[in-house]
């Protein structure tokens, strides 16, 4: 499995980015994608995510209501739809999946085998 990430930019607070992830190779139903974030000195952090094909997204309380996750299965790509961006959003966001997640490991970035290359995403004020 190959994860793409692209769509970063930088952009003022308030306006808003998506970020998507084109996954190649068999990612069906029992994979798990997320979105982390990481900014320098710091740990990669869960930002959103699914579980399987439950259909539900996962979010870090700090992007609760600003940022959706959502699943194009056909095209196995995965979207992150962010708004209201603040200066803190600032980061590389990096799209990971697996498909051995359990659920109550799904926020930890070493549940994930695969991993996207990363994507600036640059919020100025």
């Known amino acids: 499995v190959q994860l793409q990430a692209f769509g970063g930019g930088s952009v003022q607070a308030g306006e808003s980015v998506k970020l998507s992830c084109a996954a190649s190779?068999?990612?069906?139903?029992?994979?798990?994608f997320a979105w982390f974030r990481q900014t320098p000195g710091k740990e990669r952090e869960y930002v959103a995510g699914t579980f399987r094909n439950n259909g539900i997204g996962y979010y870090a309380e700090s992007v609760k209501g600003r940022f959706t996750i959502s699943k194009d299965n056909s095209k196995s790509t995965v979207f992150l739809q962010m708004n209201s961006l603040k200066p803190e959003d600032t980061a590389v966001y990096y799209c990971?999946?697996?498909?051995?997640?359990?659920?109550?490991?799904?926020?930890?970035?070493?549940?994930?085998?695969?991993w996207g290359q990363g994507t600036q995403v640059t919020v100025s004020s």
């Open positions: 190779g068999r990612t069906g139903s029992g994979y798990t």
């Open positions: 990971a999946a697996s498909s051995t997640v359990i659920f109550s490991a799904r926020y930890s970035q070493a549940a994930y085998t695969y």
